[in-house]
């Protein structure tokens, strides 16, 4: 694949990358001190009062069997385990930055990848289950910025995936816009001081086997097709 640098993409997308999430910011913080808590996790999440409100309401939807008792921000963090906690913050953080680009329907198609691709991770262990599911969300990242950018001159469908027409190939993107939504979503998770096993599984998981650890980019492969399919069976009933 064509390889751009990175200062070019900072320069030609200044102001179109998506940002990261100051809640999700003080996440990776404390992710590097040492002794921190859930309860640290907590407090940061219910300085955001429209967010700490989406949150409370999935781990009630989700989480709680009894549905009589509304389960606390803790206990849903005690319940899901932290790592989950931290990936399920980073979607609904993220979800402004889809709606402002008018991707709502690509927020959907996002989160169905991620849930393939940690249960993928779980059935082979190849890597961890919640660093897949983060791979699974971010994968298409690039494409906000690709939409951001040049609008309704850049068409990708998911709500309709009969409608090949209007969905770009990588190549197709590279020889239309000079950038890719691969390299592009690696470069925004460098952005945002992801591991390496995000951003280069987000570079090459169209390609999988050009990766450093394919295994992760399969993952994204595959969960891609398996997410496409579930969509075009659900556009079809």
């Given at each position: ?15 179109y ?20 808590t ?17 949150i ?14 509304y ?36 927020f ?121 399919k ?8």
């Amino acid at each position: 694949m064509q390889s751009i640098s990175g200062n070019d993409m900072a320069k030609d997308f200044l102001g179109y990358l998506p940002e990261l999430p100051d809640v999700m910011a003080q996440f990776i913080e404390l992710t590097r001190q040492l002794n921190t808590t859930k309860t640290s996790y907590a407090n940061i999440l219910l300085s955001d009062q429209i967010l700490s409100t989406r949150i409370f309401s999935y781990i009630n939807l989700v989480l709680n069997t009894s549905k009589t008792d509304y389960l606390s921000i803790n206990k849903g963090i005690a319940l899901m385990g932290l790592h989950m906690f931290k990936n399920v913050v980073l979607a609904f953080s993220l979800y402004p930055a889809f709606e402002e680009a008018g991707c709502i329907e690509l927020f959907k198609y996002s989160l169905s990848t991620a849930y393939y691709s940690k249960e993928i991770a779980l059935q082979f262990k190849f890597i961890n289950p919640h660093d897949a599911f983060l791979l699974g969300f971010l994968h298409d990242i690039g494409k906000l910025a690709l939409k951001n950018k040049f609008k309704d001159e850049y068409k990708f469908t998911t709500h309709n995936v009969l409608d090949i027409e209007k969905q770009y190939t990588i190549e197709e993107e590279l020889a239309k816009f000079n950038y890719c939504h691969s390299d592009l979503g690696e470069y925004i998770c460098k952005t945002w001081n992801l591991p390496i096993v995000v951003t280069d599984a987000i570079r090459f998981h169209h390609y999988p086997l050009d990766a450093m650890l394919p295994q992760a980019a399969s993952i994204i492969y595959l969960s891609d097709i398996l997410a496409h399919k579930n969509m075009r069976i659900t556009s079809e009933d």
